[in-house]
């Protein structure tokens, strides 16, 4: 893997809905969310970071190490963008090959790994595009996507310029320039993209 394009899990949701922490869901007798997840992204990339809020940081310390921890900074936004630009804040400083995200919801723990191997090879091929996204019968995923570092860059400048500012992030990439990679999901690959918001969506997938 090139060391350019870092994977992030996105774990800093209050999980409402589901009425408990996501991440440490059960899957089976051994493993959860989280554990599922890190488990296929590693087979890409064995250094995986995660976004938290602040609060979380002591139940996963021992799944990461303190560098590998992105906390919520405290920026005027809401919902996974400040996990997000709070992530594009940490790189910045840390990581000087860095020039894209890859960003995974924890929730989504039964992607396949040829939907991920997808939006990599896509990347490869053009590096310097401005992001890289699925289209699917929903619409636009922006929470398994690739964001170019300049597209961040971008957004992160808008909230000390702006008043108002665009929380959504399906808005905030139909409004990239240069138009970021639009793919179709496969429609047999929709199934285990889905987020698994509720205790009976986990039912469902657990059946």
């Given amino acids: ?10 774990s800093g949701g209050r999980s409402v809905r589901m009425g408990e922490e996501k991440a440490f869901l059960p899957i089976g007798h051994r493993s959860n969310f989280l554990k599922k997840l890190i488990q296929k992204l590693n087979v890409f990339s064995k250094d995986l970071y995660i976004s938290i ?15 590998r ?4 900074q405290n920026f005027p936004i809401q919902g996974p963008l400040i996990g ?4 594009h804040f940490l790189f910045k400083q840390t990581e000087p090959n860095y020039q894209a995200i890859f960003v995974f919801p924890i929730d989504i723990p039964f992607v396949k790994l040829k ?3 997808r939006l990599i090879n896509l990347y490869q091929k053009n590096p310097n595009g401005s992001g890289i996204f ?11 996507g690739i964001y170019h570092r300049q597209t961040l860059e971008n ?3 808008e909230i000390h310029s702006k008043t108002k500012l665009e929380f959504s992030l399906q808005k905030k990439i139909r409004s990239i320039s240069p138009q970021p990679e639009y793919i179709s999901l496969p429609k047999e ?3 285990f993209f889905r987020n698994i918001n509720t205790k009976q969506d986990l039912e469902f997938y657990s059946q």
């Fill in 69 to 72: 921890i992105c906390i919520d």
């Fill in 84 to 87: 997000l630009l709070s992530s």
């Fill in 1 to 10: 893997m090139n060391t350019d394009l870092i994977f992030l899990l996105l």
């Fill in 115 to 117: 939907t991920i191997q």
């Fill in 53 to 67: 809020r602040s609060d979380q940081v002591s139940e996963y310390t021992s799944l990461f190490s303190k560098e």
């Fill in 189 to 191: 690959e929709e199934k």
């Fill in 134 to 144: 699925y289209q699917s019968n929903s619409g636009l995923e922006p929470l398994c």
């Fill in 155 to 157: 957004w992160e400048s």
